[in-house]
């Protein structure tokens, strides 16, 4: 079936530190979503995306957070700077439209903030 | 807002007995409810989805019914498979949102032969 990708699997980073996560969709979908687990924690919404646009956020998404999809290429979240407590398990899903069409997901990256 | 409520961490059974997972939720409005199903290292896939009523939706032997009434969303299957061993996860989005999901915390199912 259809495949999300991401990139990497695995980051680790100093506190303060950019990293960007990136997130290869289905590619005819046209809604995307950003996810945060931290170890142990049910997963949570982070941010929704579409047509170049936040559609909506949680609390979670934070100033230091931002997403982008740049000529429909990868869809990707930054965080500048880094902080401790964004260690955790980020996975990324694409939707064709909303309500009960299916998210399909990504397998998730890694992130560890030292 | 809107929650899921899974009760159960970790459920642990026997090869061939039947799977029962919980699954409460509350919102304030019009819902669709899904179970996702995450094996080890790999993606959450979504295994049943519904919005009606008292319907039973039914996916690769596992099935479950929408109780407004109750608000639950429980998962079932007849008999357990050493394959379904993997974590399950209910989660809701409502109709006033842009498809956000709302999870549970998820349960981890053992199968054992």
Redesign the interface.
């Known amino acids: 079936g259809p495949k999300v990708l991401q990139i990497p699997s695995h980051q680790i980073i100093d506190m303060g530190q950019m990293v960007t996560l990136n997130c290869d969709p289905v590619s005819n979908h046209l809604y995307f979503y950003w996810y945060k687990q931290i170890l142990g924690q049910q997963m949570e919404f982070l941010v929704n995306f579409y047509n170049g646009k936040v559609m909506e956020k949680s609390k979670l998404f934070k100033d230091q957070f931002s997403v982008e999809r740049p000529d429909g290429s990868y869809f990707t979240l930054k965080i500048q700077p880094t902080a401790l407590e964004d260690s955790a398990v980020y996975f990324c899903a694409s939707s064709l439209r909303t309500g009960e069409y299916e998210q399909y997901f990504g397998p998730g990256t890694r992130l560890t903030v030292l | 807002g809107d929650s899921v409520t899974q009760t159960e961490g970790l459920v642990t059974l026997t090869e061939g007995l039947p799977v029962m997972l919980n699954c409460t939720y509350q919102t304030a409005y019009s819902t ?1 409810l899904f179970w ?1 199903v995450q094996h080890l ?6 295994l049943l ?1 519904s ?1 009606t009523d008292n319907k039973r939706t039914e996916h690769q032997g596992f099935h479950a019914t929408l109780h407004k009434s109750s608000s639950s969303f429980h998962l079932q299957k007849s008999s357990a498979q050493l394959s379904d061993s993997a974590l399950y ?1 209910c989660a809701l ?1 409502d ?1 006033d ?10 349960t981890r199912l053992a199968v054992c032969p």
């Open positions: 669709f996702y290292n790999e993606a959450p896939k979504l989805k919005s996860y989005s109709r949102s842009f498809n956000k999901l709302t999870f549970g915390a998820g």
